[in-house]
């Protein structure tokens, strides 16, 4: 993550993977795009809970990001979001070999 122009950071779930993600990307001035997918409340004072801006408090994301979290449980959000983005690219494919040359 250090060397790398721009970084992003999906995180599903919380805990201690979402600090050692969040921490690599502190080393570099924080991530350029952030989605944090949990179902971690702000009031429990939980790292999982916390909501973006904390992240971008402790440089862990960039100040100029547009960070996201959704309130949702990972495994039944991943697997749409994945399916939409394959679904866009042949959707983008099928309609360029339709075009006329």
């Given at each position: ?57 402790w440089g862990k994301v ?40």
């Amino acid at each position: 993550a250090v060397d790398a122009r721009r970084t992003g950071m999906l995180i599903c779930g919380g805990g201690l993977v979402k600090h050692h993600i969040c921490n690599a990307n502190l080393m570099r001035n924080g991530a350029d795009y952030a989605v944090f997918i949990n179902t971690g409340q702000e009031f429990d004072g939980s790292d999982s809970g916390a909501k973006p801006d904390e992240a971008v408090s402790w440089g862990k994301v960039r100040p100029e990001a547009t960070p996201v979290k959704v309130c949702a449980d990972a495994t039944l959000l991943l697997p749409l979001l994945v399916a939409q983005t394959f679904a866009r690219e042949r959707g983008a494919e099928a309609a360029a070999a339709a075009a006329p040359p």
